[in-house]
């Protein structure tokens, strides 16, 4: 039996301290604030939704709408705990349409900052005006009659030091204010987002016809282009939206967006499905990259089990890993698929190989593109693709006897004994990426200005990412500078990399910088951001290469180890020994 002293153990608390425990779980940071702000607006019809942000969030979060409004009447009704217009029984719960619903999110917010709101329905002749002070309604007055919604968060968490002292820095906090609101607007594309920090401009989407233009709006036009479309359903389900190809597929996880029900969510089947989808079409290291959107009957869905409504679950778990494991895999297979999510193998691939050696051995004297020469003088000095060097001087190898190249990408050779099939892009990428890697853990990675710098324009907020770290960029030989609000310039680039394209380049610096706050380790991030340089150094597909140039590149690559993947986990090489050869033509036992 429970001893007691007599005297209760048990007490209610008070409404203030429940307030704030209730703002706990609903407004972790800044960021948790703009989202349920910008939930309310949605599901009050708006087409305009404009955030202005202060100091990261903390100062100040303005969001303002030209949705439905409220009356004097229900304005204050808001912010008592569980009111809502969105529900009106439990039965409710289980067909639910809207965004927001439970009736949490405006009494959270205002116990724990200073709250003021100014709104007003079509057609009425006077707004509303109320003041909220930690979830105590101040003063309440008439307003001129603007439609919409007005709502200023300012001093958040001024009565929770505890919670402010473990928010980041403002730049992060406000990188996670851009997420939200790019979600939203990946959710919603018929709506124009725009979004201020301090009164400067740094997201504006206008509203759009379909989720592809707001797709290139957010990520550009270049996503689309590295990506396929995904349109399957079943009964009850249908899933829309684009993959990377695996092809494009990076180490970085930007973007992985899923929204049900046009809702921004995490999903623990949905995420296996993708990566089962893509299979041994991904490789090593890479993950995949993809927008989906998962449009399903409600009474199938549960979003009532997360206090933010980040999680849902469905009724048909197994169904709806099928239906996306399934679509995403038919993508990559251009229709055709086998059991284990392989790209089809053809038998006689090999014999395709040897029977192009001949055909193909004219194009290899061509001379349509600039030959890769390097210069002895210096090991940091790379191969150029596109630049002229001093000619290539080296005692030449009697192992390496080069035989052709294949559709302009694949080199072949008598590498030894051996028969070897090399991906020209692939194992140059290896060459030059542990070439930098040396030079980096030694002397340092030499940079070299370009003659016409290269402006690119970004985001303010990628902007504020890529100054952020340019002192680390410029130890690895990167030199880029802001100009102006929203473009850069790269003024210099690591020694040897020849010509690059300075819109993906810097689009694949950004995912490398955007995965450092969770590296491991300072070699961690070095390596991603080298393995990028080299792959942007590297000679590209297509691209024709001389009999001498093929030597010179497949004995540089057994310099550097014969490593038989690029830094990205992309295969480099195939083989095929003296013995393998002797079993396929049938000489054994001759």
């Known amino acids: ?89 439990d039965l409710d719960l289980w067909s639910i349409r809207t965004m927001g619903f439970r009736g949490e999110a405006l009494p959270s917010i205002a116990a724990v900052a200073h709250v003021r709101l100014m709104t007003a329905t079509r057609f009425a002749e006077v707004g509303t005006e109320l003041e909220v002070v930690g979830g105590v309604i101040g003063r309440i007055a008439d307003a001129p009659p603007v ?111 899923l929204f049900v029900n046009r809702r921004p969510v995490r999903n623990v089947a949905v995420s296996h499905a993708v990566g089962e989808g893509y299979g041994a079409f991904l490789a090593k290291g890479s993950h995949p990259r993809f927008v989906l959107f998962l449009d399903i009957d409600p009474d199938r869905l549960d979003v009532n089990v997360h206090p933010t409504k980040r999680e849902v679950r469905f009724s048909d778990s197994e169904m709806i890993h099928q239906l996306v494991r399934q679509a995403v895999r038919q993508a990559l297979s251009g229709g055709k698929t086998d059991d284990l999510g392989r790209a089809p193998f053809v038998e ?70 051996d028969l070897t099939v090399i991906d020209q892009h692939t194992a140059h990428e290896r060459v030059l990426f542990e070439r930098l890697y040396r030079a980096w853990t030694t002397r340092g990675i030499q940079a070299q200005p370009l003659l016409i710098p290269d402006p690119v324009e970004l985001p303010p907020l990628q902007t504020a990412v890529l100054q952020r770290y340019q002192h680390d960029l410029e130890r690895l030989g990167v030199d880029i500078e802001p100009f102006g609000s929203s473009t850069v310039l790269i003024r210099a680039i690591p020694v040897g990399l020849g010509k690059i394209d300075p819109t993906t380049f810097l689009q694949d610096l950004l995912d490398d910088l955007t995965q450092w706050d969770s590296a491991p380790s300072l070699e961690a991030r070095v390596r991603s951001v080298l393995a990028s340089l080299a792959c942007h150094g590297a000679v590209r597909a297509g691209r024709s290469m001389k009999s001498e140039e093929i030597k010179v590149l497949i004995e540089d690559w057994r310099t550097e180890g014969e490593i038989t993947t690029c830094p990205h986990g992309r295969r480099t090489s195939f083989r095929l020994s003296i013995t393998d050869l002797e079993k ?7």
């Open 147 to 257: 439609r919409g919604t007005r709502i200023e968060i300012a001093e958040l968490f001024h009565n929770q030091p505890a919670r402010k002292k473990f928010l980041k820095s403002t730049i992060t906090e406000f990188s996670h204010i851009s997420r939200v609101v790019q979600q939203a607007s990946l959710a919603w594309p018929s709506i124009h987002f725009r979004l201020t920090h301090n009164a400067e401009e740094t997201l504006n989407y206008p509203s759009a016809s379909s989720d592809d233009d707001r797709i290139a709006q957010v990520y550009r036009r270049t996503f689309l282009d590295q990506s396929l479309r995904i349109k399957a359903s079943v009964p009850g389900a249908q899933l829309s939206g684009y993959i990377v190809d695996a092809v494009h597929a990076k180490p970085a996880r930007i973007p992985q967006e």
């Open 348 to 417: 006689s691939s090999v014999r395709r190989i040897l029977g192009s050696i001949v055909t193909t051995l004219p194009v290899t004297e061509s001379v349509e593109a600039e030959s890769i020469t390097l210069s002895p003088s210096l090991e940091i000095q790379l191969p150029l693709v596109s630049e002229a060097a001093e000619p290539y001087a080296r005692v030449p190898s009697a192992e390496v006897i080069a035989l052709g190249q294949i559709n302009r990408t694949f080199l072949i050779a008598q590498v030894g004994g």
């Open 1 to 89: 039996m429970l001893k007691t002293d007599g005297s209760s153990r048990i007490c209610i608390l008070p409404e203030e301290v429940i307030g704030r425990i209730a703002a706990g779980e609903v407004v972790e940071r800044p960021a948790a604030v703009v989202k349920e702000l910008l939930e309310n607006s949605v599901d009050a019809g708006s087409r305009s939704i404009t955030i202005d942000v202060k100091d990261g969030g903390l100062s100040l979060i303005r969001v303002t709408d030209d949705g439905e409004g409220m009356t004097q009447e229900d304005a204050p009704l808001a912010f008592q705990r569980h009111a809502t217009s969105k529900l009106r029984s």
């Open 584 to 590: 396929m033509f049938g000489r054994v036992g001759w």
